[in-house]
């Protein structure tokens, strides 16, 4: 007997391509990038929402892949921090985490970075506070997020003098 | 990664869901719940029934209050202007929800108020809020006090095949509210939750005062603040409120991150902060409005 | 303080050298790797704490779609042996525990794997181990180690006729003759909880069994792939050629994935018994069953009038859980010998009893036992101060080791070798400006607020070699230029996320005078690294750094004697190499590129009439020097090379009404000695300080009464996020090692002890006023307010 019974055609936009896979349809989103997809950068920490090593853009807006059904998002467009950078130049906020030595592992980078993005996208000049808060989403196991804080801070807009 | 097979639909309409739901199988909302039950295998229905296409999202205003769709995310209550104007006590609750805005963008008040998780923000919130429940089922359509939608501890009072379709909240405009929340840390599932709405007179007297308690019980615990209508709130007036609420708690919750003993020993002061806060806010808008 | 030449990288904070790849999403971790028709497999864990495996029933599991094959403890016998034990406690005085990668016989914690399922997908895996039917005869559970010492507890291991592992001792046993005299004696007892390391990755393998070689390809999450390809090659009967071990980038460890857990077997058995690739990715309720750190520790304490200690007896009683080949018990071990460390202490004796019961067995976990003796001494420093009126920080000042008494001796038989821990301590409290933060504790208490702070001083020995086990203090490095002058350094450490390998890449740029860029470093791989253990007892930099430096070294000789030969020096005549140059000392217009060297080395050898080797690879062993381990008299040995430190100070508010507890600042002052890269530095022990707060407040590992494990989830293991905690504030010191080529200190396992103690320590100072003492951890909200409800 094989498992691959039942495979569903699934078709994503994955960092910018078209494409189409043929998937288990018991598979996660996240499960789906990672083996029918090969989009590996979001890893797999907890699998309950808790971590966010998961996290993905879905149409713009971040999301943990470990929460969403893949055959539900079918025909979605899905960004990883793969395609974060345009070509080899990162963004500033990708300068900033490797300038600023905010990660160790970097299991933990798809749901920081993400998160940080997703935080200066709404509030160009968040507080420290705003900051963890925007990150508390995500376990980092190795940083005590220090340096995470700090480089997301190091990418905010200056605030507007009042 | 879910172990066991199951099949999708994802109808276009909620009586396309109702129909079906008769074939069996779960609802699937935000999926934050449910997804992760299922990869764990604690869960394994034949089918899902999605209702992200069924048109059962975001928040209207409507006469006298909101539409609130079940599958409304918090990230939706917390963009919605009609909720900061007529539900704020919603508002304040779904800035305390951890996850991040990842979770925020996709978990649902309609799933968290149908897993009927003791340790959750939605249930004593609602409650507080008067929100009435619609719900769609094989015998049609009917309403429920949200109260008493909530059955038991992860129990609701949906039917076999009944999906809920959304809530119906009166306008809680010129009301103060608060809302304080007890958790270990940003990791914590809530310990102890209260909901407070107060309304204060021209006079600054009380003319209406509710409050719920979430988490410290299997379901919500609604707290009789009658004694307080026409009283001017001091201190030792919400206090006491606070030792009522105290009192109501007859049969407290305990988990893993808390047993009942502390739930019973915290609920007075939650209630208490979440009163004051309340009338704070009242006291503030009255003096908004007197400006 | 070691001056470092300027322009060099050492010392300075060098980003990592393959940023890029991670923030980009790129870095392969083992779960990445690729491998296209890789089998899957799952394993059947025991539902219970302890039983019996009776009929195991797999026919409907091997009924299901895509399952390849269904593998039961019992199957497994013939194909390997037991797992070598790291450190066998049946060697050294206690009991010996046969464990195989899958149970047999007997299951011993809710949790223990007892078979395996493969299939074409993970879904199908975990599908059919949802099928195989064990029939279970339940025994009697024992579920901490007070109980399981009790006269007839059940017995997880009848043959030993008790449930004790092993049971040894540290120190002089001389209490008596040493407090006699003494002013003041108090006894205590401190408990603390189970925890885990949680990395973010959770373990994972790919095995590949290639059946025309005979040879068994591993990527492992494993902190050590030499000493992996030993067990391995043992275990399965191979000859060890004929396995490599590969562990691709590590997504965090903290000593979780150390060598010899008996995951660490399961699936290249199952790829050679069906002669393909088998993958498996643990789950995270499964990494939440490592256990770590339950101590129940007794206590008596002499001292005198001033404070100052005079003895200390101790009974360290550990929880382990089941028996495992992993040296985890060892922890209780360096508790033991770690016991007063840094601390004038006449006689200290520690007995510890490390206990079987049913949970998931101890796993060496940062910072390896040596949390408890931290707490234990810091508690009582805190004591002393109470009953003596004394502020804490002069009680630690009178005792501790003075800067000119080096090396000091300790009674344990480690021997401290530089430090200055009173500086340290000013620094941390000039930081916090103590006299202020007691001003407002004082208001606060005025107005009814419970603000305390709290003080710890943790001494972290490192690098350790422990006769017999199956790593060392030391370890090798290859450094190769190619002819242009490129730089591979191959290295038997690993990185278990820190980044090591810049640091090693950034040594060996300065002993090259070459930039960053042309500098490749190659870990974790046994096919390509010398032979190595890897990544342990935080000394990668100080092995495996100072290896490549040596190493580097003898490349640069060689680069020097031809640079000599092409420019017609004399031999007395000094060379510089700098910014990828090679230059006389004294006329700097007249250098040479490193790459044309290394091209002429590789070219020209005769031409050049080289009168040294023409080869620009060295290999070398870094040994430290000052490791002992002939016993002296007393049976003692000094086996840790290193001894770092830290001062910590905690400030936090207690909620009187819920015993919430709100951090407020955390400071920290620090002493590795020579630093090679501050960025890295600073990152771990803040990492270590988030860490150690969650221990203190949050993280504890839970069981019902019938051993089912509670906590297999983030939100009931609560680890700290960011918002959870202040940003932590620190301040450095530098005492070089001294006898080192570089004089760094480890660091891998700094800030943890010393945060758990500080916070432990501050609530205790916030609850004073209220007659309080919690002398157990976690501080958690329930405990605290327990506490505070109990006092009248
Ligand atoms: C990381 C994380 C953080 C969280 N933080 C918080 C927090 O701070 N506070 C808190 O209270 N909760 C929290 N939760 C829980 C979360 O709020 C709830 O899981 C969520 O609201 C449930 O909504 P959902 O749409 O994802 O539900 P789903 O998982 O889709 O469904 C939940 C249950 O309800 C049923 N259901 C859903 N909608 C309907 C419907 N319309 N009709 C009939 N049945 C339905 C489903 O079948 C299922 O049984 C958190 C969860 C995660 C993963
Ligand atoms: S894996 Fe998705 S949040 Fe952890
Ligand atoms: S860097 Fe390791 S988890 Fe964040």
């Known amino acids: 007997m094989t498992g691959d019974g039942g495979r569903v055609e699934l078709r994503l936009t994955v960092d910018g391509q078209e494409r189409v896979a043929a998937v288990d349809p018991r598979s996660l989103l996240l499960d789906a990038l990672r083996e029918d997809f090969g989009a590996t950068a979001p890893k797999a920490g907890c699998r309950t929402g808790d971590c966010g090593a998961c996290t993905v853009r879905v149409e713009g807006a971040i999301a943990k892949s470990c929460l969403r059904l893949a055959v539900a998002e079918d025909g979605s467009d899905v960004r990883t921090i793969a395609s974060m950078a345009d070509g080899d130049r990162l963004t500033p906020l990708q300068q900033a985490f490797w300038d600023l030595n905010a990660f160790q592992c970097g299991f933990c980078l798809s749901g920081m970075l993400l998160a940080g993005e997703d935080l200066l996208d709404r509030i160009p000049s968040p507080t420290d506070a705003q900051i963890r808060e925007a990150i508390s989403g995500n376990l980092c196991r190795c940083t005590g997020y220090d340096s995470i804080v700090a480089a997301i801070r190091s990418c905010a807009r200056p605030a507007a003098p009042s | 990664m879910i172990p066991e097979r199951f099949g999708y639909v994802a109808p276009t309409d909620l009586a396309g869901c109702v129909a079906a739901l008769a074939e069996g199988g779960r609802v699937l909302a935000g999926g934050t719940w449910v997804l992760p039950e299922m990869g764990r295998g604690e869960s394994a229905p034949a089918q899902l029934v999605d209702l992200r296409r069924a048109g059962l999202g975001g928040v209207t205003a409507t006469g006298g209050g909101l539409r609130i769709g079940a599958m409304c995310t918090y990230a939706e209550l917390l963009d919605s202007d009609a909720v900061a104007a007529h539900a704020p006590l919603l508002r304040t609750m779904a800035d305390q929800i951890t996850g991040g805005w990842a979770l925020r963008n996709q978990a649902t008040v309609g799933g968290s108020a149908v897993a009927a998780r003791p340790q959750s ?62 958790k270990r840390g940003w990791s914590s599932w809530p310990i102890a939750t209260a909901a407070a709405l107060v309304r204060l007179d021209a006079a600054g007297a009380c003319t209406a005062a509710t409050l719920v308690l979430g988490a410290v019980s299997a379901v919500p615990v609604p707290v009789d603040l009658s004694a307080l209508t026409g009283q001017v709130l001091d201190t030792d007036a919400v206090r006491a409120a606070a030792d009522t609420a105290a009192a109501a708690v007859v049969q407290p919750w305990g988990d893993v991150l808390a047993p009942p003993s502390y739930r019973a020993a915290v609920a007075g002061p939650v209630a208490r902060r979440a009163l004051s806060a309340a009338l704070s806010s009242a006291l503030s808008d009255a003096r908004e409005e007197s400006r | 303080m070691t001056a470092l030449a300027p322009g060099r990288l050492t010392g300075t904070p060098v980003r990592r050298h393959d940023g890029d790849t991670f923030v980009t999403g790129r870095a392969g971790y083992t779960a990445d790797v690729p491998r296209p028709g890789a089998a899957h497999a799952a394993l059947v864990r025991s539902p219970h704490a302890h039983a019996r495996i009776g009929a195991i029933d797999t026919a409907a599991a091997r009924a299901m779609p895509g399952v390849l094959a269904v593998v039961t403890g019992d199957d497994l016998v013939a194909h390997c042996t037991e797992i070598p034990h790291g450190l066998d406690a049946g060697h050294l005085g206690g009991h010996h525990a046969a464990v195989r990668p899958l149970a047999t016989g007997t299951v011993r914690y809710a949790g223990e794997p007892v078979a395996a399922v493969v299939a074409t997908t993970p879904a199908d895996a975990a599908a059919a181990a949802a099928r195989v039917e064990i029939s279970w005869e339940r025994l009697p559970v024992v579920l901490d180690a007070g109980s399981a010492l009790l006269p007839g507890s059940p017995l997880l291991y009848p043959e030993w006729g008790d449930n004790v592992i092993i049971e040894r001792e540290v120190g002089p046993d001389d209490f008596g003759a040493a407090s006699a005299g003494a002013a003041h004696l108090l006894d205590g007892e401190l408990r603390t909880h189970r925890g885990t390391a949680a990395p973010m990755e959770t373990r994972s393998y790919l095995a590949d069994w290639d059946p025309g070689t005979e040879r068994l390809t591993v990527h492992a999450t494993t902190q050590n792939p030499h000493v992996l390809r030993t067990l391995l090659a043992t275990t399965l009967r191979m000859p060890e050629e004929q396995v490599r071990v590969i562990a691709p980038k590590l997504g965090g460890s903290f000593g979780l994935k150390m060598y010899g857990n008996r995951e660490d077997f399961i699936v290249p058995l199952l790829a050679r018994l069906l002669g393909r690739p088998v993958r498996w990715v643990e789950e995270r309720a499964a990494t939440m069953l490592a256990g770590t750190r339950e101590q129940v520790l007794r206590y008596r304490v002499a001292f005198d009038a001033d404070g100052r200690l005079r003895a200390l007896d101790v009974h360290a009683i550990s ?122 504790q004082e208001a606060a208490r005025g107005a009814g607020r419970l603000l305390g702070v709290g003080l710890a001083f943790e001494l972290m020995p490192e690098s350790a070699d422990i006769p017999g086990a199956m790593v060392a203090a030391y370890d090798t490095s290859t450094v190769r230029m190619s002819p242009t002058g490129r730089v591979t350094v191959l290295t038997g450490v690993t990185s278990p996320g820190t980044g090591n390998d810049t640091s090693i890449a950034q040594l060996v740029a300065d002993e090259l005078g070459v930039p960053m860029a042309s500098i490749t470093v190659v870990q974790g791989d046994t096919d390509l690294c010398p032979y190595g253990f890897g990544n342990i007892s935080s000394r990668s930099i100080i092995t495996g750094g100072n290896a490549a430096v040596l190493a580097a070294r003898d490349v640069a000789a060689t680069l020097r004697a031809t640079a000599r030969a092409m420019l017609q020096l004399q031999p007395e005549d000094e060379l510089v190499l700098a910014g990828g140059l090679i230059a006389p000392a004294t006329d700097p217009e007249r250098a040479v590129p490193v790459e044309a060297v290394a091209g002429a080395v590789h070219t020209l050898s005769y031409r050049l009439a080289l009168d040294v080797e023409p080869r620009l690879e060295s290999t070398r ?49 620090h002493d590795c000695g020579t630093v090679v890269n501050p960025l890295f530095v600073d990152g771990q022990v803040t990492g270590g300080v988030a860490m150690g707060i969650g221990a203190a407040l949050g993280e504890e590992l839970v069981f019902d009464a019938d051993g089912t494990p509670l906590t297999t989830a983030f939100k009931t293991y609560l680890l700290p996020r960011a918002i959870d905690l202040p940003p932590v504030e620190l301040e450095h010191l530098c005492t070089p090692a001294p006898g080192t080529p570089l004089g760094a200190k480890g660091v891998g396992e700094s800030g943890f002890s010393g945060a758990q103690a500080a916070v432990v320590n501050a609530v205790n100072d916030a609850l004073a006023p209220r007659g309080v003492a919690l002398e157990s951890t976690p501080v958690s909200p329930p405990r605290i307010l327990a506490a505070l409800l109990e006092q009248p």
Request: hydrophobic letters at 40%; glycine letters at 12%; a negative charge.
């Open chain 3, 319 to 440: 929880d382990h859980g089941a028996a495992a080949p992993t040296h985890g018990w060892g922890m209780a071990h360096v508790g033991a010998l770690s016991t007063g460390l840094g601390y004038v202490l006449p006689s200290c004796h520690v007995r510890y009893t490390v206990v079987a019961t049913n949970k998931a067995p101890w796993v060496g976990t940062k910072p390896f036992g040596k949390d408890g003796a931290t707490l234990l001494l810091e508690r009582v420093m805190d004591r002393i101060a109470g009953v003596l009126g004394l502020d804490p920080a002069t009680v630690r000042r009178r005792n501790f080791v003075p800067p000119d008494a080096f090396p000091w001796l300790h009674t344990s038989g480690l021997e401290l070798d530089s430090g200055d821990y009173a500086t340290a301590l000013d620094l941390t409290l000039r930081r916090l400006d103590l006299p202020a933060v007691r001003a407002e």
């Open chain 2, 121 to 182: 923000d939605v249930p004593a919130a609602l409650v507080a809020s008067a929100a009435v429940a619609r719900i769609a089922g094989p015998a049609g359509e009917r309403e429920l006090p949200v109260a008493e939608l909530f059955a038991g501890a992860m129990r609701s009072a949906l039917g076999p095949g009944e999906v809920l379709a959304g809530f119906d909240v009166p306008s809680a405009a010129g009301t103060g509210h608060g809302y304080v929340k007890l």
């Open chain 3, 621 to 669: 062993t870094y040994r430290p020097g000052n490791v002992r381990q002939q016993p002296d008299e007393l049976g003692r040995m000094q086996t840790y090379t290193t001894y770092p430190y830290a001062v910590h100070a905690s400030v936090l508010e207690v909620d009187p009404e819920t015993g919430g507890v709100s951090l407020l600042r955390h400071v920290v002052t």
